[in-house]
């Protein structure tokens, strides 16, 4: 690891810190509402593993609104969410979605989302709109996605000036991430102005302010698809949950992030017991999860 003395590895001790427990004064607008805009013809079970994720991970509600065909999905999997569009506290965007693939229409419908200042989560197919996005951002590549995101970040620099491109040399390849993970997920960071959470069998979250955190032990059983959208729905629900603390902070969102890798690696751990697990396995192990890390276990 680059630095290794640099970066924090987190623990459900700090972690239990960032998880809201609902009070009894509360309602589904006060704990917070997450958007979700994810799922596409292609990839419409990203969005069903989004949503169950965020819903399980308790949040006051999941707004989606993400392309018709794949809402029917959603909410056959998943009645309790509201499929129009409304007051958000956040916004995940982007699993299951190909950004060569915008149309006109749905590029403008995630102009308006990545717009309106709510803390963001932006995953696969809505990484390059870290360039746009207004408010905290918070990235979910993994190595061939970061890769992608820099080269495009180095194409824009070239179009400006080229000073960028002076300042952080020619952009990395997805091997070259893949071996320096920590160095890369800083440089995003920095270069991006976001913080970057760089998925793998240990995950990097690094902060535009500094902020480094580690998540290592994460169950390689995890390598499988779709469980990448299970942790951008864990992410959503706490960001939404904690909004009002972001708003008044924007350097809460690195803990928040790695509070979500580690409740997604224990959900993980959870589910397997050893073998073989899928996604929802993950996304359905949540609940227990987080009780058992509030408890303290
Ligand atoms: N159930 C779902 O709806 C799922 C949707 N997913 C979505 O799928 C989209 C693409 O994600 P990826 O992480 O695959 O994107 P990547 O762009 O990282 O992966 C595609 C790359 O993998 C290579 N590749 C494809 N098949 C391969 C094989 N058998 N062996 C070796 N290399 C191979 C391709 O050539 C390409 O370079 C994202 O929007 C993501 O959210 C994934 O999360 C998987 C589950
Ligand atoms: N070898 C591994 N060991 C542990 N965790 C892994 C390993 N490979 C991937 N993961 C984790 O699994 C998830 C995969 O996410 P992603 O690559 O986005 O997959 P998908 O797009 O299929 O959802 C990430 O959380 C990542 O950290």
Known sequence: MENSAEWLEWDVARAREWLVVPRPGDDKYSRGVLGVFTGSHDYPGAAVLGVEAAMRTGVGMVRYTGPSSVRQLVL?????????????????????????????????????????????????????????????????????????????????????????????????????????????AVRAAEQLGATVLLKGSVTYIAGPDGARFTVSGIPSWLATAGTGDVLGGILGALLATRHSTIAQDAAAIAPIAATAVLVHALAARRASQGGPIVALDVAEAVPATIAAMLAGD
């Open 76 to 184: 056959a999997r998943r009645p309790e969410i509201v499929g129009v569009g409304g007051r958000v506290q956040a916004w995940l965007i982007g699993s299951g979605m190909t950004s060569s693939r915008r149309t006109l229409i749905l590029g403008g419908e995630l102009a308006q989302a990545t717009a309106q200042g709510v803390p963001t989560v932006l995953d696969a197919g809505a990484l390059d709109l870290v360039h746009e996005a207004r408010g905290s951002v918070v990235l979910t590549p993994h190595y061939r996605e970061l890769a992608e995101v820099l080269a495009e970040t180095d194409r824009r620099a070239g179009h400006a000036a080229g000073k960028a491109r002076a300042e952080h040399g020619s952009p990395p390849t997805a091997a070259e991430i893949a071996a320096r993970p920590a160095l890369w």
